[in-house]
């Protein structure tokens, strides 16, 4: 098995001022970093560890131990400049890694960066994110459609650099031939869907310059809110397995995640309510909502995540409106409390998004902040 073709392309995006991604495309590896964590630090983040990659990708290891302890001296070398440096404390980054070894790829996965496979023209997500959104998703909480509009979309619950150690999601894939392999950013995945990106792939699948393009370009087009990263490869196999017919068999530790399809229901016909009754109805409502609204920005408070990864107290509702008008803003940020130093059954239980008073709100942060720095 063989790399036959590869390409990587980055994009600051059009609301970013810095573009906080930084990849390694050096076949047989390949990464995605997306760094986090306010002024430079995410830049920072994200070029550590993918220089860690690089130059420790050519170990004589096998490739599981090899693309696991990639990542985690990636994960000690960020570590370690943030503790080193005050300016730089809490950044960390997402992770992505792939490597050609033997008759497959290897993965190793941290963050919400993602990892994907077109096979026989279909598009199938390899990788689970390791963000807020995802994790309230897994546990019935909140459903995809909320999700794409949820006010902490973009919180990861995982990252290098924020702690010594960290977990690594690490699986193997048996290739086929022409298997193609996209690693990207979530500035990529949050604003074009995965049907989008596999009609651009399957159509520009002869020529990946002009596929990572397409897939930058589309993600612009649809608001390029956050950098964007495309790393794309594709195989080579002479001789493949008979046993491996489809993606779901050759996945070693996680299933597969399908792409997400919807199905629309035909809308249903009713008969309209004369209109004086619906105009009148209308405006009760909306006075009724401006009242409820103006209440509830003044006294209810819910506890979330800033875009750094800070845990935070918010006044408001915690929904976004078309436009980018938030129902929401922050008044208290805690400087020492991420997201990602808390366990996933913390995080449920402190991210619910629980209207109540700011005194609540101020006693519940106090309590963790306690647990991690007692």
């Keep these: 098995m063989s790399v036959i073709g590869s390409s ?37 983040a994200s070029q550590l560890a993918a220089e860690s990659v690089r130059e420790q990708g050519q170990g004589g290891l096998a490739a599981p131990e090899q693309v696991i302890e990639l990542i985690r001296a990636a994960n000690r070398r960020v570590y370690s400049y943030s503790s080193e440096n005050a300016s730089a404390r809490g950044m960390g980054t997402t992770m992505t890694v792939a490597m050609v070894a033997g008759d497959g790829v290897v993965i190793g996965h941290v963050g919400d960066s993602r990892a994907y496979l077109l096979r026989d023209d279909k598009l199938t997500q390899l990788t689970q994110d390791h963000s807020l959104v995802a994790e309230l998703i897994r546990s019935g909480r909140l459903s995809p459609e909320e999700a794409e509009t949820h006010p902490q979309r ?45 009609r651009l792939l399957v159509d520009s699948r002869d020529d990946l310059d002009a596929a990572t393009r397409e897939l930058i370009e589309a993600a612009n087009q649809a608001g390029g809110e956050d950098n964007i990263s495309v790393v794309l490869f594709e195989l080579e196999v002479t ?17 597969a995640v399908p792409a997400l399809r919807v199905e629309l229901e035909e809308p249903r016909r009713s008969r309209r309510p004369p209109r004086a009754i619906l ?54 940020v805690s400087s020492r409390l991420l997201a990602a130093q808390l366990t996933e059954k913390e995080r449920r239980r402190l991210f619910g998004h629980d209207l109540q ?12 902040e306690k647990v991690v720095y007692p």
């Design 154 to 198: 973009s919180v990861i619950t995982r990252a290098l650099g924020t702690d010594p150690e960290v977990e690594v999601d690490l699986f193997s894939l048996a290739a086929k031939d022409r298997d193609l392999f996209l690693l990207c950013s979530d500035g990529l995945t949050s604003m074009v869907a995965d049907e989008e990106m596999e």
């Design 239 to 255: 001789a493949v397995p008979e046993e491996e017919s489809d993606v779901a068999k050759t996945l070693t530790e996680i299933d």
């Design 279 to 332: 105009l009148g109805l209308t405006a009760a409502f909306l006075i009724a909502l401006v009242a409820l609204g103006a209440y509830t920005v003044s006294n209810a408070h819910f506890i979330g995540v800033e875009p750094g990864g800070h845990v935070a107290i918010y006044q408001g509702l915690p929904y976004d409106l078309p436009g980018g008008i938030h129902l929401y803003r922050p008044v208290q």
């Design 357 to 368: 008073s700011y005194g609540n709100s101020k006693h519940q942060l106090t309590q963790y």
């Design 8 to 44: 990587a392309r980055t994009d600051t995006g059009r609301r970013r001022r810095r573009n906080e991604d930084a990849l390694v495309c050096e076949p047989p590896l390949f990464a995605v970093a997306d760094g986090m964590g306010g002024a430079q630090a995410g830049e920072v």
